[in-house]
């Protein structure tokens, strides 16, 4: 890849300038005194590329971090305030929102921020959760299991939904009705298979689940695995632009 003239220009005149270092670039540099003179300009777009990457795993590193800090167990707010609390805290936090049985949704406003009168509702069950978009995890659903009335999940375009996180579902079965699951990325056919706990679902979407290879007979195996629930999602019309997507064999087919 090579880098802009612009760029070039403006590091020439530090690289030549002296020997006390490149501004702006990490200390993968090493100070050899006279002998960085005569290093040649493609050592030196080498030590910086190289210096590119490093700071790409850096930031890599900082959002998986970022990613395991958003979903620890909130197992101290529990303690004290109970799992109610501790679940609306952890979604709220996330940028969802939550909906206590006979109150208002509750959501944070542009900036995230959100008011605590809820953690006066240490008795009040937690009946609607909705997490769309949120990062929420394998190890986040910690904070969101306990929650036993639990009605409504919403987990649309959850980035880090999977099916392991589906297999923990079946600790909602006896309060969960509803379910979305509309545009996550890594849900297929393995994780649907684990909702039959569910027997309690009325609603569930699984509408635009990209990992689900066949939409067509997921969603017939789906209808006769929950028979009292509306499935949304994988119609007939979704199954044939599936296959009109896939690859055709370019191999002409034998003469009779």
Known sequence: MAAPRSFLCLLAPIYNGGTRGIHGLSGAVPREGSQRKRRTLLQFLTDHFYDVEALRQYLLQRKIAKMHKENRSLAHIQEKYGPYIAGAFFVLKQGGAVK?????????DKRGHFFLEFLKLQTVPVQAVDASGCAINYDGLDNLLPLKELQSLSLQRCPNVDDWCLSRLYLLAGSLQELSLSGCPHISERGLACLHHLQNLRRLDISNLPAVSYPGLTRILVEEMLPNC??????????????EEQPQDSASPNPA
């Open 100 to 108: 206590f049985q006979d109150h208002e949704w509750i959501r944070p």
């Open 230 to 243: 509306e499935v949304l999602g994988m119609d007939e019309d979704q199954a044939l632009l599936r296959l």
